[in-house]
T-cell receptor, first 116, second 112 residues
Framework: NAGVTQTPKFQVLKTGQSMTLQCAQDMNHEYMSWYRQDPGMGLRLIHYSVGAGITDQGEVPNGYNVSRSTTEDFPLRLLSAAPSQTSVYFC???????????????FGQGTRLTVV | GESVGLHLPTLSVQEGDNSIINCAYSNSASDYFIWYKQESGKGPQFIIDIRSNMDKRQGQRVTVLLNKTVKHLSLQIAATQPGDSAVYFCAENYNQGGKLIFGQGTELSVKP
């Protein structure tokens, strides 16, 4: 199993450009989420999804859109990139809930985005 | 509001010593806690978790302690090795599936 796969690993954008960060998981997890990590800080939740067709906002949703058309994929769109969106982005997936199974999140390797 | 924070941003230990990384949380409704290890240039990696109905859980060389009275979580690493050098994050969850709130992180440096 590949786990959580993110593409691209690195990206440089000009201010105002748009792009989509891809995330795919092969563990049949219901829950998927996007975080951003800035230097010296923890991860902050951008958007999350509890299943196909359902998405919701996290702590820092402004400037980002998501969709969840399938269980496996959860792309993150930057509508009009700004320098403040320079960060490392992590996608994660997990089981939604359960007592017999853990709900720990499995993370991808990250996408390092620079907006100039 | 809810928050998870760490007492020590950096921790330096000698190889072979035990390490203790602390974490405070403010949401008494949190029912699930996780420790992650993040090495440079990589995504966070699950280490160990604990549910709120437990006080202690042990893994291989790691132990997590939960004190709900003072809302405190700790990660103990026995016989710390150079490969343990990384940033460690605690995260809390309150019955919302994988929606996690992360702390700031503690950088652990192991001196050979």
């Amino acid at each position: 199993n590949a786990g959580v796969t993110q593409t691209p690993k690195f990206q440089v954008l000009k201010t105002g450009q748009s792009m989509t960060l891809q995330c795919a998981q092969d563990m049949n997890h219901e829950y998927m989420s996007w975080y951003r990590q800035d230097p010296g800080m923890g991860l902050r939740l951008i958007h999350y999804s509890v299943g196909a067709g359902i998405t919701d906002q996290g702590e820092v949703p402004n400037g980002y859109n998501v969709s969840r058309s399938t269980t496996e994929d959860f792309p993150l769109r930057l509508l009009s990139a700004a320098p403040s969106q320079t960060s490392v982005y992590f996608c994660a997936s997990s089981y939604q809930a359960g007592i017999l199974v853990g709900t720990e999140a499995f993370f991808g390797q990250g996408t390092r985005l620079t907006v100039v | 509001g809810e928050s998870v924070g760490l007492h020590l941003p950096t921790l330096s230990v000698q190889e072979g010593d035990n390490s203790i990384i602390n974490c405070a949380y403010s949401n008494s409704a949190s029912d699930y806690f996780i420790w992650y290890k993040q090495e440079s240039g990589k995504g966070p990696q699950f280490i160990i978790d604990i549910r709120s109905n437990m006080d202690k859980r042990q893994g291989q060389r790691v132990t997590v302690l939960l004190n709900k009275t003072v809302k405190h979580l700790s990660l103990q690493i026995a016989a710390t090795q150079p490969g343990d050098s990384a940033v460690y994050f605690c995260a809390e969850n309150y019955n919302q599936g994988g929606k996690l709130i992360f702390g700031q992180g503690t950088e652990l440096s192991v001196k050979p």
